[in-house]
């Protein structure tokens, strides 16, 4: 009672830890704020198209991108532990809510933005719990191959869906890629010419402002470095040219092109999300999916930057931000967001220091909001098209496919799954087939484990494997090393090779496990040792264990085994190997 007191004064005190913008403040310097000014600028420019094109991404209104932007920023600001990271809409949740949205908004009314707001909710009351809860660890489960393979599948899968709007065919009613894809190609002869080629236009557009930019600053500024926040200025720069000749020719009426359309100006009023029982029952697994992705994301960038500047993030309070932050989208009529790479690199490139910056950010889409939404609506939706097919394309590394193949080709099965599922069955369907599989190799791979009988390297106090290495070795003593814990999952093929290795070498009168590998024991493992301890008694032979770790020591000093062990326990091999050559 008293320890549980203590540590609750103790958070208590420390509650300022919760609150990392408090610090920010205490530490702000005058000369920091020209750095946070000119990075939110160039970050808001970034911003706006890019949450247009995710908002038009995720089926929803061009605002819901914006408002996406505002409340979450604002929020991740105050409490993210990250100075750099800028939260807001990405297209890897985009594309999750589209999926989420198109199979549940049939049955409960057609209501998008209720769903998505309830998705933000839950999203973020699902990261709350998991920091509440301890067991942020969970997010291990989504291994690098998974994540890749995941982020590939969704990749193809938004380029895909974008193919309708970059070249003006009808949208169809199939919601698979493959039938999308076969759809498209029957109505061919449907194209828009004026929206196909704004869309090949957008797309030259983009490549040429990311590989000329720099080069073409460099001529009126001598200082520019390669990978300047300018060669990110593309989706703005595109944006604005599409939408302006649009509105200059009058392309709307005369073409037939589709546009933005109306977006109303203001700010977001305070809505509260539906509350629909089996809508919230429904929306769970979904919800959750969303805010795992979201928080690796999230927590993959962060990292990434933070490791630049040799400083550290705070996983559990990223939980806290990121879920506070979803929150703060489902009152404010957004849908779930997330920290995004794109903007968070040009937030660190530009030089941005605090999260100052990303409140600047939030100042340049209020200003959008209240001024500038009558230019978007002329903005064509071929070019949101291909700035949401550029900007996920990045995202995909099929290099990791031969590179994984390499170190450890179970990983490689393992992505190419996650893939192919997701592009078969759906993103969430996808995630949790990755999940399973790496799970499965794991257990694959620990059932079986690596048994090595070891000796000594000559005149020293090394002992390696005796496949490998020239070492010595004793004829009545067989030192056995297991390079795996001992559990449920492979305690029978230990007992298995270690009778094998007995009975291999029949004048062995002592048995040595090294047990330098072996982090755990559950009960089947420990059961596995009583039973071969009395088996080698029965033969004559004596059990005796070496290097065990702490924990390990502990486990088995609380049980009788340590009593019942017909050997010794060494501190080390060599020692071991020095008593039991003697006794022989």
Known sequence: MTENKLRFETRFKNWRSYIPILDVIRHY????????????????????????????LAGLPAQAGLYACLAPMVIYAVLGSSKQLVVGPVAIAALMVAATVSEFA??????????????????????????????GGLVNLLSHPVINGFVMGAAILIVISQLSAFTGIDRGAANDPFNRLAYLLAHADTVNPASFVIGIACLAGLWLVRLSAVPMARLFFKNIVDGHPIARTGPMMVATAAAFAVWAGDWEA??????????????????????????????????AMIALVAYVESFSIGTTIATKQRTRINANQELIALGAANIG?????AYPVAGSFSRSSVNYQSGGRTPVSSLVCMVVIILTLLFFTPLI????????????????????????FREHWKV????????????????LFGVETGLLTGVGLSIAFFVRRSSRPKIAIVGRISNTEHFRTAKRYDVETFPHVAAVRVDENLYFANSNQVENKLLKIVQRRSNTKHLLLVCSAINMIDVTGLEMLYRINANFERMGIKLHLSEVKGPVMEQLQDTDFIVTLSGSVFFTTDQAMKDL???V
């Not at 037939?256 to 929306?283: C, K, N, Q, R, Y």
């Open 254 to 287: 005369s073409y037939g092109l589709a546009t933005v359309g109306h977006v109303p100006s203001g700010l977001p009023e305070f809505t509260l999300p539906p509350f629909d029982l089996d809508l919230w029952i429904d929306l769970v697994p979904s919800s």
């Open 329 to 333: 989208a489902a009152f404010t009529g």
């Open 581 to 583: 050559s003697e006794r």
């Open 377 to 400: 609506r002329h903005l064509p939706n071929a070019a949101l098209a291909a700035i949401v097919m550029v900007s996920v394309v990045g995202l995909m590394d099929i290099k990791s």
């Open 106 to 135: 049939p049955q409960y009314s057609n209501e998008y933005l209720g769903i998505t707001t309830v998705l933000c909710l839950q999203a973020g009351l699902v990261l709350l719990l998991l920091r509440v809860s301890n067991m």
């Open 29 to 56: 310097r005058r000369e920091d704020f020209p750095h946070d000014l000119v990075a939110g600028l160039v970050v808001g420019v970034i911003t706006v198209p890019q949450a247009v094109a995710y908002a038009f």
């Open 408 to 423: 450890y080709r179970l990983d490689t099965v393992t992505q190419g799954a996650t893939l192919v599922t997701v592009l």
